[in-house]
Nanobody, 118 residues
Framework: QVQLVESGGGLVQPGGSLRLSCAAS????????MGWYRQAPGKQRELVAA???????NYADSVKGRFTISKDNAKNTVYLQMNSLKPEDTAVYYC????????????WGQGTQVTVSS
């Protein structure tokens, strides 16, 4: 069981920046893909950004050019740098890990609230 703990959320003004962190309980080198999802009230959970073990990345169209996902294997941590934040970015952000070994495994963090407001 991989435990994921998010941090770094909070209240920020439009145009501001935040960096989210996700600390994993075990080596992320064994995890195929890590990513960030978000869910706003009344909306479906959506993929924000993902990064593979080989450092390939992909982003939702709504955040391209503003958000950057990265990871530090030595620290078992993934990050989401969020710039030029908009009110529509307000949501609970969840860390996600996917691993394919003998079977497919998927894990979620508890989430961290990001609120973009004046």
């Amino acid at each position: 069981q991989v435990q994921l703990v998010e941090s770094g959320g909070g209240l920020v003004q439009p145009g501001g920046s935040l960096r989210l962190s996700c600390a994993a309980s075990e080596s992320i080198a064994t995890i195929n893909t890590m990513g960030w999802y978000r869910q706003a009230p009344g909306k479906q959970r959506e993929l924000v950004a993902a990064i593979t073990n080989g450092d390939s990345t992909n982003y939702a169209d709504s955040v391209k050019g503003r958000f950057t996902i990265s990871k530090d294997n030595a620290k078992n941590t993934v990050y989401l740098q969020m710039n030029s934040l908009k009110p529509e970015d307000t949501a609970v952000y969840y860390c996600n890990a996917r691993r394919r070994g003998l079977r497919f495994e998927q894990y979620w963090g508890q989430g961290t609230q990001v609120t973009v407001s004046s």
